[in-house]
């Protein structure tokens, strides 16, 4: 059995450790916090009974896939493992310890890859001695569903390792496209502006949040608009890659909207919280 390890228990991280254990991986999930792991655990239980439920996996599968799960607290877990991806939180501090880590852990073959959604391989990588073999996996939220992967290379990443990672990522049933190592990538260099957009028209009156997010649904046929995405990907991460974005270009229009930094300065996160630009409490 190929095995992998996951590093963060969180909404992207169960997702993952989810993916590749419905796809016959050997898993460890590993976080510093037993409680988050537990209820990561739960989180994946009732997503796979919901694809049962929807015909897209056969009955008994959420044993099954969680039988592959295993819920670990120290890095020391992923040593095994012939892919590490990490996805902690958006805060270069927290990455660059994790692979260092790893990197002394870990077997020279073993790929480390980075859920990051803006932060620089390159960067991470230059905390390892594999450059060659760091690279970026940024999966969408709900990794289950989305079919995206952005795989990133670094300025060092082999061909060999991109190789390895993109025909992983199509083993799972994603599509990888491959992504230069840029602040925010593709996917966020290009969506973290137009929330950030629409925050500004909050602020200056422009409309309500209804308002904003109804015209970009009917005008623009968005399934969501963008400030319940916000909400759903959580107003600090939205902010840490904006953050990392207006520092990594120098560019003001990747400037963060005051209103937004007032909001999560008090603690309006979205619907991790109950309240952000929307009300969850219900």
């Not at 890095?75 to 990197?103: H, T």
């Not at 450059?131 to 290379?153: Q, T, Y």
């Not at 670094?154 to 230069?180: H, M």
Request: charged letters at 20%.
């Amino acid at each position: 059995m190929r095995r992998v390890a996951v590093i963060g228990a969180g909404t992207m991280g169960n997702g993952i450790a989810h993916l590749f254990a419905q796809y016959g991986w050997a898993v460890a999930m590993i976080d510093t916090a037993t409680p988050a792991l537990e209820k990561a655990t739960v989180t994946i239980r009732s997503n796979v009974e919901r694809q049962i439920k929807k015909g897209a996996l056969p009955a008994g599968a959420a044993d099954e896939i969680l039988g592959r799960v295993a819920p670990a607290t120290t890095l020391e877990a992923a040593r095994g493992a012939e892919l590490v991806i990490e996805a902690a939180s958006e805060k270069p501090s927290v990455k660059y310890g994790i692979f260092e880590a790893l990197d002394a852990i870990c077997p020279p073959t073993t790929i480390l890859a980075s859920n990051t959604s803006s932060i620089s391989i390159t960067d991470i990588a230059a905390r390892t001695a594999r450059a060659d073999r760091v690279i970026g996996m940024h999966f969408m939220n709900p990794v289950p569903v989305m079919k995206l992967v952005e795989v990133i290379r670094g300025q060092d990443t082999s061909a060999a390792t991109t190789g390895q990672v993109t025909g992983i990522a199509t083993e799972l049933g994603k599509t990888p496209v491959l992504v230069n190592d840029y602040p925010g990538f593709v996917a966020n260099r290009v969506l973290l502006p137009m929330i950030n957009e629409a925050i500004f028209c909050v602020m200056e009156g422009v409309a309500e949040p209804e308002a904003i997010d109804t015209v970009m649904k009917l005008g623009m046929a968005h399934p969501m608009g963008p400030l319940a995405l916000a909400d759903f990907i959580g107003l600090d991460v939205c902010l840490d890659i904006l953050e990392v974005m207006h520092r990594g270009l120098g560019d003001p229009k990747y400037r963060p909207c005051p209103l937004l930094r007032r909001m999560v300065a008090a603690g309006h996160l979205g619907r991790k919280t109950g309240r952000g630009f929307f009300s969850y409490s219900s």
